[in-house]
């Protein structure tokens, strides 16, 4: 049994269901985020035991925060992946901005703290 999983925050109904019928196709399990989630740390949201926090500062999403659109990545394969993105870029949908793959150092970050990481990074490769 396959167990990759695609997890996927946008206010955009259509790509939504565009992802999710590309994460069908390739036979990832496609999940939903919700705003109410930024403050689970990675490993909560993709269902693996809590880790000890004791050298992370877990900060919490402001209250006014708009969580960004997000796509993240977990148990997937090279190829797999590959597909996805592929499949994906001939929807014409613009390019989803802030895409991780689970890591053992994301893990321990909350949804918000990933997603202001990988923001932070797609402004410095802006920049360039």
């Known amino acids: 049994m396959n167990e990759s999983k695609i997890y996927f925050y946008t206010k955009d109904i259509i790509k939504k269901e565009q992802v999710k019928k590309i994460s069908d196709a390739i036979d ?33 999403a402001p209250a006014l ?28 949908f613009e390019k989803i901005r802030l ?4 890591t053992p150092t994301n893990l ?4 918000y703290q990933l997603t202001e990481h990988l923001d932070k990074e797609a402004r410095q490769f802006e920049k360039k």
Not at 71 to 90: N, P, R, V
């Open 108 to 111: 321990g970050w909350t949804l």
């Open 28 to 60: 990832a399990q496609f999940i939903e985020l919700k705003v109410s989630q930024a403050n689970e740390t990675i490993a909560s949201l993709v269902g693996l035991p809590p880790l000890s926090l004791s050298d992370n500062k877990n900060t919490n």
């Open 99 to 102: 895409k991780a793959i689970v």
């Open 65 to 92: 925060w708009a969580m960004p659109e997000i796509i993240i990545f977990f148990g997937i394969s090279d190829k797999l992946l590959d597909t996805f993105l592929a499949e994906y870029k001939k929807t014409g």
